[in-house]
C-alpha cells in the first residue's frame, strides 16, 4: 500500500468516525425515551422478518367502529376487524351476507363508536375465545370470534343511551355487562328535558354471552339518573359483585361540565349480581317491553339473520334488597379496576388529588354493619372510610385508569399531567413514574385487568399525537406506546400509530389464539342456499324481475364468465362461491357502476352481492383480490338489455350445459 | 430327499410376508412440493391402491395448482395400476406364508426372485406414472409453455420445478418392503447353508 492511499483511508475512517458520532448524538439529543438507548430498545421490539410476535394485541378503532389487532411487542398492525361500522374493504355491511349485522330498532346504523373490547375469560384468565365490544352511540355489543376474527353477534341494547360503560364480562363469561352513559326516560317518552331529575333513569344490562349466537339481556337493573362510566366485575373473594363508576350525581342535564362536577363525591356502584339473579328468579323483575335487535351470522349458512325482541326483565333496587350499594368516590371517578387478587377496587377520580382504593372486605364489613351515610332511590351509600383502604397521595393530574402486573404494582394513566404512575398496592407509594406523549386515556397490560396478567408490557393508549410522528395535516393518527415493565422502572421502547381512536384494548399470548386460527371454510360444509361446488354448476335464472347468477371463483376464472338476457330494471343478485380449498387463496367480485361495494370470498366461502343496472350495454366484472398469476384476466361480462328484449338468458357454464341453456332458451328456461 | 427350510428360516419367511400386509395401511412414498408462496408445502401419499394428499386438501390444490401447466389431473380412480396392486402385494404374502408352511427352499427361492421381479416392476410403473404425468401435457389448454420443460418428479430425491422444489422419497411403505426383502434374503442364504454346510472351519 502506498503512502498517499493509506492517508486517503485514515481520512476516510476518521470522517466517518465523526459522522457516526454526530448520528448517535443527534438520537439521544433529540429523543424523549427514558432510561434506554435507542439501540437497546429497537433490539426489545425488533421480531425478525418470518416471526411472530409473542401478544396479539385488539385495539378498539373508536370512532372507526372497528377492532384492530397489533401484534406486540412490534407494534405490527396485522388485522381490522369490522364490527359496528360498514367496511367497503371487504363488503361488510355491504354484501347480503352482512347487511343484517347492522340493523337495529332505528333501521340499517352502518357506523358506531367502539370502545372497550373484553376478551372471554375462564376462571377470571383470558382465554382467546371471544372479544366482545361495545358501540357507544346507538347501544350495542358484539362479540367476535378469534378462530375467524369476525363479528359473529350484535346484540342491540335495550333502555340505554351511550353504552360507554360496557362491555365487562364476569370471571366465567357468563354475563358481559353494559352500563348506560346517559339516563334518559325509560320507557322512551316526549318529556321536557328539564323534567330530567324526575323523568331520566339510567340502566345496567346484564348480556348472557357465553352460548354463540344466542346473546340475549337476561336482566336489567333500573338504577337513579346519573351517568354511568365505566365497570368491571369482581374476582376471587369479590366474584359474584360488579362496580361501576357514576358522574353527574348531581343530574345536571346541561353545561355538565361545570354542573356536574359540583360534588366532591360521586359514587363507585357495587352490585351483588347474584342477588339479582335471584331476585329474577323469585320473579321479583318486571316484564318490561322493549324493542330491540339480535343479529347473528348462522354459523351454516354463514349469512347473518336478525330477530326483533320485544322485551326485557328489568328490576328495581328498591324490590330487592342487598343488590346494589354505592361507594362514595372522589371526585368524577372514571376507571374502576378491581386488582388480580380481587380485594382492592381502584377508582380513577379525574377530578382528584388522589386516587383512593376501596376495599371489598371492608366494603362487606361496613354492609354487615349498617354503615350507611344515606339511602338513594332505595339504594343504600356507604361511609366512605368504612370501605377506603387506602388513597395514593399526589399521583399526579388526572387519574383514568388503573392497570396491573401481578406483581403487586398498580399502574395508573394520568390524563392531564400526561404520564403513567406506577404504585405500590397496599403502601399506596408512588414507585415510578414516566412521560407519555401525550394525554393518556386506558392503558393496557395483556391480561392486566384480569386475575393473570402477564406483566411483561405496558401499553399507553394516547389521545394527542402532535409531533410524534410526520405531520400529515389538521388530522393525524392516534398513538400507542410501548413500555416495558419487566423492571422496577419503566422503560420507553416503541411509538406506534394507531386507526380511529384507540380507546382501550386487551392482549393475549400468541399461543392462546394461533393454532386454532381458521385457514379456510371447508366447501363441503358450506350452507349458503346459494352455493355452487363445481366448476360446471354455475347458471343464472329469472324469477319476475329478479336474476340469480351462481358463479363460482377459482384461479384465475369465474365460471360462468359471460352473462346475457338479463335487462333494464332487474335486480341481479352475484352469489359467488370462492371453491378453492387452500389457505389464503382469497378472490373478489366487483362489477362496474354497481353503487354499493365489491365481495371478497374466503376460500370455500360463498358471498352475494346485489346489482340493479340502470341502462343498457357491456358491463365488466372482474377479481379484486390478486389472487394468482393470472389474477388480471380472471374477469367476465354481463350484457345488460333493455327491459322487454327478447335476448335470451345466458351464462356460458360448459360447452354442454350451455348448449343445452340455448335450446332451452327459447322457453324462457335458465339454467341451475 | 428334499431338506426342507430350517425353522429359522421359515419365521423369518413369514414375518418377511406378513410384513408386506402393512402397505394396506401405510403409504409406499411421498412426494412434497415446496414453493416460495408455499413455505408449509404440499404434499402426495402414494399408498398401494390410492394417491392421496397429505393435508385434507392437497391433492385438490396440487391439481389446480398443474392446470397452469396443462398436467393431466391426478385422479386415483384412472390409474389402473393402483387397482391391480393390492392384488399383487396379496399374491405375494399368500405365496410367501405359504413358503414358510411347506417349508421348501425352492419355493422361497421362487418367491424372492418374484419379490425383486414384481418390486422392480412397481418401481418402474411408478416412474411411468411420472413420467406420463410429467411430459405429456395439455399444450393447446396450458397457460404457462415453456418449450422443452418437462414436470416429471425424481423417483427418489428432490428437482426443481419451475418455482416449485417437487421431494421424492420412500414413505414407511417401501421401508417395510425393504425389510421384507432383507428377511428373506436372510431366510434364503440360511436355507442354501441347511441344504450345503461348509466343512467345519479349520478342519
Redesign the interface.
Known sequence: MTIPRFRKLIGALAAAAVASALLSGCTSGGSKSAGLAAGDAASRVYVPPGSYDEFYAFFSGGFSGEVNVYALPSGRLIKEIPVFSEFAQDGYGYDEDTKAMLNTTYGFVPWDDAHHPEMSMTDGVPDGRWLFINANNTPRLARIDLSRFETDEILQIPNAAGAHAAPFATPDTKYIVSGTRFSVPIPQADVPIADYVKRFKGTISFVRADQPGHMDVAFQILMPGFDYDLGHAGKGPSDGWFFFTSYNTEQAHEKLEVNASQNDKDYVAAINYRRAEQCVADGKAKTFPSRYMHNWVDSATRQARSELKTSVKLLDPADCEGMVYFLPTPKSPHGVDVDPTGEYIVAGGKLSTVIPVHSFSKMQAAIAAKKFDKVVDGIPVLNYEAVLAGEVKNPGLGPLHTEFDGKGNAYTTMFISSEIVKWKLGTWQVEDRIPVYYSPGHLMIPGGDSKKPWGKYLVSLDKITKDRYLPTGPEMSQSAQLIDISGPKMKMLLDFPTIGEPHYAQAIPASLIKDRSLKYFKLSENKDPWVTTSEDGGGIERHGKRVDVKMIA??SHFAPDNLEGVQVGDTVYFHVTNI????DILHGFAVMGNTNAELIMNPGETRTLKWVPEAPGVYPFYCTDFCS??HQEMQGYVRVSPAGSNVPLMANVSKKTAAAMHAGAAGGAGTR | MQILMSTKSRVLTAIAAALLLTLYVVPLWRIRLVAPQYP?GLGMEITVNSVHGLK??DL??IN?LNH?IGMKVIDPAAIPVLRVMPWVVAGLVVFGLATALLGRPGLLYTWLSAFVILGGAGMGVFWWWEYDYGHHLDFEHA?IKIPGMTYQPPLIGAKQLLNFRAISIPDWGAWFVGLAFALGVVAAVSAHRARHPHPAAGS
Open positions: 377459482i384461479r378453492e380449498q387452500d389457505w398469476a393470472l | 408449509e385434507e386438501h385438490q390444490n389446480e397452469y397457460i
